[in-house]
């Protein structure tokens, strides 16, 4: 899994992170596939948990998940 993006700005907000105004994913279907079961799993536990929620990390979710894939990480 490859992933591209472009930045909005060079300026970083209070947690260092530079917004982005596009990305790019180059992934398999099965890759994508896991990638979106992750991102509803972490809309759930948003639910779940309203203000008690804080991250989620996708490698921490996926048993397919491994360090060739973006690690993506869902912030409230």
């Keep these: 899994m490859k992933t ?10 209070e947690s260092g992170f530079s917004e982005l105004t596009e990305i790019s994913i180059i992934a398999s279907p099965q890759q994508l596939r896991e990638m979106a079961r992750f991102l509803t799993i972490a809309a759930q536990e948003i639910e779940d948990m309203g203000e008690d929620f804080d991250h989620v990390h996708f490698q921490d979710r996926s048993d397919l998940w491994d360090n ?3 690690e993506v990480i869902v912030m409230k």
């Excluded at 591209?4 to 907000?13: G, L, Q, R, V």
């Design 68 to 70: 060739t894939w973006l």
């Design 4 to 13: 591209y993006a472009f930045t909005k700005d060079t300026s970083e907000n």
